[in-house]
């Protein structure tokens, strides 16, 4: 089935620092991917996705872009906030048109003022 | 919009206990379903229904592992003769159906077992 490696944390920035967490995948055909986030005593909710490629999901000044040459989705931002602290998790489906969600193992940021 | 409810927030067992955990999804929503993440790891699905139809379940979810949703509403994971292995954060999800490729899961905030 489809696979997906993340790169591990945690990662420490101060505010206003540049954001990028690493996302490659393997997969068969051209799924959709995610990025869930979950903030400190929440549930995961989705941050963005993509569902097919060279696509740009964004959202909260977030951005990921599906990159069939690399098969990455890299999550970046440009300028983090202390709001931003979390843990982030990258996510595909098992294979096409499972309903089972594959994650990655997440990435904790944390963001110091 | 309540929300993905899930209940009890936190349960501490001894081992070979029984436990069960019930989620609420959103009321429009048919889809649900379980996952379970451990400390430093992503949710690791479990299984999902739709509507009251058990239609996928992980190999994950051994026989000591049984999910319902009798009217397609809430539904329950019960954990039988409950092992140390099994501490673990039980997170629940829904969505509906026909939302597409790119459909949005809805997590509640989850169920952690501790099991001494």
């Known amino acids: 089935g489809n696979s997906v490696t993340q790169m591990e944390g945690p990662v420490t920035l101060s505010e206003e620092a540049f954001l990028t967490i690493n996302c490659t995948y393997t997969?068969?055909?051209?799924?959709?991917l995610f990025w869930y986030v979950q903030y400190p005593g929440e549930g995961l909710q989705l941050l963005l996705k993509a569902t097919k490629a060279d696509d740009k999901g964004s959202n909260k000044g977030f951005e990921a872009t599906y990159r069939k040459e690399t098969t990455s989705f890299h999550l970046e931002k440009g300028s983090v906030q202390v709001s931003d602290s979390a843990v982030y998790f990258c996510?595909?489906?098992?294979?096409?048109?499972?309903?089972?969600?594959?994650f990655g193992k997440g990435t904790k940021l944390t963001v110091n003022p | 919009d309540t929300g993905v409810s899930q209940d009890p927030r936190h349960k501490i067992t001894k081992r070979g206990q029984n436990v069960t955990f019930r989620c609420d999804p959103i009321s429009e929503h048919n889809r649900l379903y379980w996952y379970r993440q451990t400390l430093g790891q992503g949710p690791e699905f479990l299984t999902y229904?739709?509507?009251?139809?058990?239609?996928?379940k992980s190999r994950l979810l051994s026989d000591r592992f049984s999910a319902e949703r009798p009217k397609g509403s809430f539904s329950t994971l019960e954990i039988q003769r409950t092992e140390q292995g099994d501490s673990a954060m039980y997170l629940c999800a829904s969505r509906r159906s026909g939302s597409g490729r790119g459909g949005e899961l809805f997590f509640g905030e989850g169920s952690r077992l501790t099991v001494l």
């Open positions: 229904f739709q509507n009251e139809a058990q239609l996928e």
């Open positions: 997969a068969t055909g051209y799924p959709s």
């Open positions: 996510a595909l489906p098992s294979q096409g048109g499972s309903e089972k969600l594959v």
